[in-house]
């Protein structure tokens, strides 16, 4: 670390002097603007962009030597979290067209990046949205209402059959990955771009924690997917009715937890989310009542059955996690 000591001029203005190979190496010059940002650790930051734009930043991947379609959209997943605004798909050849399915796919699957230049051999994809444009606020609140629908119509699906609305469900978990991998992207983005942390009104250490949380939803809406896939298995008919209510009341009550991990993040409330994880491990037991009860079942119905309990509880605990994660941002300011 250089240390440098602070003066005093004109008997009100503290100065410090800049690095001579840091100010060489940025090419800073007499005269010259940089903009000082105030970070909410108190550290200091001196930059010579004073747009607070993101960087726009470049990927291109040659696919001549790459035969597998799904690891290109890995590929592309992977460069779009990581905050590349422009990527290329190029080949020495004509490209096939399952690489060219693999990247309609990621650009329907992904929010911002659009197809602006296609040829024979190469396509261009850019991205067309301003991260600021995008609070993680609402997304977080998007991602919140789509995965407890999920949820009450999975139950509904195991209530009536419904195969529509068991595939509707499971179609909603790529809105939920979208709207993750958006996240994703933007705290990548804010964490090598410090101005538009400033920009968006979000300290560091929040979206930090708002991805956690991003992450921990979008996993709730995979057992979502499980627990409609494992309905449509069940013969509705043979259901013991108990069963279904007790099925029902876990479903609420997983899904109670799930709100009030959410209204104690929005709200800031650190004693709200104690009371919620104590909640969990009411909904555990009550779970494992209902596997015990499974048992009396025929295979084919204890097994999916078994499932779907599974995945009601992993919900709550999931659920439990975010709450764990509003205390753990919100301990040094409300305690």
């Given at each position: 670390?250089?240390?440098?000591?602070?003066?005093?001029?004109?008997?009100?203005?503290?100065?410090?002097?800049l690095p001579k190979e840091w100010a060489e190496q940025q090419g800073v010059k007499k005269n010259d603007p940089l903009g000082l940002v105030a970070q909410p650790d108190g550290t200091l930051l001196v930059t010579?962009?004073?747009?607070?734009?993101?960087?726009?930043?470049?990927?291109?991947?040659?696919?001549?030597?790459?035969?597998?379609?799904?690891?290109?959209?890995?590929?592309?997943?992977?460069?779009?979290?990581?905050?590349?605004?422009?990527?290329?798909?190029?080949?020495?050849?004509?490209?096939?067209?399952?690489?060219?399915?693999?990247?309609?796919?990621?650009?329907?699957?992904?929010?911002?990046?659009e197809v602006v230049e296609e040829t024979d051999t190469s396509i261009l994809l850019k991205d067309l949205l301003n991260p600021a444009e995008m609070p993680f606020e609402n997304t977080i609140r998007r991602m919140?209402?789509?995965?407890?629908?999920?949820?009450?119509?999975?139950l509904a699906v195991l209530e009536t059959g419904n195969a529509a609305l068991a595939r509707d469900v499971v179609a909603r978990d790529n809105d939920v990955d979208r709207l993750h991998w958006l996240v994703a992207?933007?705290?990548?983005?804010?964490?090598?771009?410090?101005?538009?942390?400033?920009?968006?009104?979000?300290?560091?250490?929040?979206?930090?924690?708002?991805?956690?949380?991003?992450?921990?939803?979008?996993?709730?809406?995979?057992?979502?997917?499980?627990?409609?896939?494992?309905?449509?298995?069940?013969?509705?008919?043979?259901?013991?009715?108990?069963?279904?209510?007790?099925?029902?009341?876990?479903?609420?009550?997983?899904?109670?937890?799930?709100?009030?991990?959410?209204?104690?993040?929005?709200?800031?409330?650190?004693?709200?989310?104690?009371?919620?994880?104590?909640?969990?491990?009411?909904?555990?037991?009550?779970?494992?009542?209902?596997?015990?009860?499974?048992?009396?079942?025929?295979?084919?119905?204890?097994?999916?059955?078994?499932?779907?309990?599974?995945?009601?509880?992993?919900?709550?605990?999931?659920?439990?996690?975010?709450?764990?994660?509003?205390?753990?941002?919100?301990?040094?300011?409300?305690?």
């Amino acid at each position: 670390m250089d240390i440098r000591k602070v003066q005093i001029t004109g008997g009100s203005s503290f100065v410090i002097t800049l690095p001579k190979e840091w100010a060489e190496q940025q090419g800073v010059k007499k005269n010259d603007p940089l903009g000082l940002v105030a970070q909410p650790d108190g550290t200091l930051l001196v930059t010579r962009d004073l747009s607070e734009t993101p960087a726009q930043r470049s990927r291109t991947f040659d696919v001549t030597s790459i035969n597998d379609p799904t690891f290109l959209f890995r590929l592309l997943i992977g460069s779009y979290i990581a905050g590349y605004t422009t990527i290329g798909v190029t080949s020495k050849t004509r490209l096939p067209a399952s690489i060219r399915m693999a990247v309609r796919d990621f650009s329907q699957m992904t929010i911002g990046p659009e197809v602006v230049e296609e040829t024979d051999t190469s396509i261009l994809l850019k991205d067309l949205l301003n991260p600021a444009e995008m609070p993680f606020e609402n997304t977080i609140r998007r991602m919140y209402v789509i995965v407890k629908n999920m949820y009450m119509d999975a139950l509904a699906v195991l209530e009536t059959g419904n195969a529509a609305l068991a595939r509707d469900v499971v179609a909603r978990d790529n809105d939920v990955d979208r709207l993750h991998w958006l996240v994703a992207r933007q705290t990548n983005i804010i964490l090598k771009n410090a101005s538009l942390s400033r920009k968006m009104g979000v300290a560091s250490s929040v979206v930090v924690n708002t991805y956690i949380i991003s992450r921990i939803i979008e996993r709730i809406g995979d057992h979502a997917v499980h627990f409609v896939e494992e309905a449509g298995r069940v013969p509705r008919e043979r259901i013991d009715p108990e069963c279904l209510a007790s099925i029902r009341a876990a479903t609420q009550h997983s899904m109670s937890i799930f709100d009030r991990s959410i209204f104690s993040f929005f709200k800031a409330d650190i004693r709200e989310a104690h009371a919620n994880i104590e909640q969990v491990k009411v909904l555990e037991d009550e779970c494992n009542i209902i596997f015990s009860n499974s048992l009396d079942e025929t295979p084919e119905i204890t097994v999916p059955l078994r499932y779907i309990v599974a995945s009601i509880r992993r919900a709550g605990e999931y659920a439990g996690d975010i709450s764990e994660n509003v205390i753990n941002l919100l301990v040094e300011e409300k305690v």
